[in-house]
């Protein structure tokens, strides 16, 4: 699978972004998608992530309420809605796929356990 994530950019405290990751694969939906992000000199961090319909999501708690993580399998696109940036959400965004074996939903949350990433995309949230 090769995830091409896009969207990025430079935009003010306070405003929204929406990120989108394009999956070139016909079997979109057997993949439960994951976005994470790099901030300069830090690891790289879980954001969010969704199950193989949609119909179940997982967020980390610094995001949890601003962002929303959604996808369209049809259109075999992952996207991340951004809405009161802050600063701190400085940093480069990473989409992710796994292959999650297992018929209930249980949130990966750690690098470890996606097999697919994007190139990513920086977001630049000034003060």
């Known amino acids: 699978v090769q995830l091409q994530a896009s969207g990025g950019g430079l935009v003010q405290a306070g405003s929204s972004l929406r990120l989108s990751c394009a999956a070139s694969t016909r079997t979109f939906d057997m993949y439960v998608m994951g976005w994470f992000r790099q901030a300069p000199g830090s690891e790289r961090e879980f954001v969010a992530t969704?199950?193989?319909?949609?119909?179940?999501?997982y967020y980390a708690d610094s995001v949890k309420g601003r962002f929303a993580i959604s996808r369209d399998n049809a259109k075999n696109t992952l996207y991340l809605q951004m809405n009161s940036l802050k600063p701190e959400d400085t940093a480069v965004y990473y989409c992710?796929?796994?292959?999650?074996?297992?018929?209930?939903?249980?949130?990966?949350?750690?690098?470890?356990?996606?097999?697919?990433w994007g190139q990513g995309t920086l977001v630049t949230v000034s003060s």
């Open positions: 992710a796929a796994t292959v999650l074996v297992g018929s209930q939903f249980v949130p990966p949350t750690t690098r470890e356990k996606y097999d697919y």
């Open positions: 969704i199950s193989w319909s949609g119909g179940s999501t």
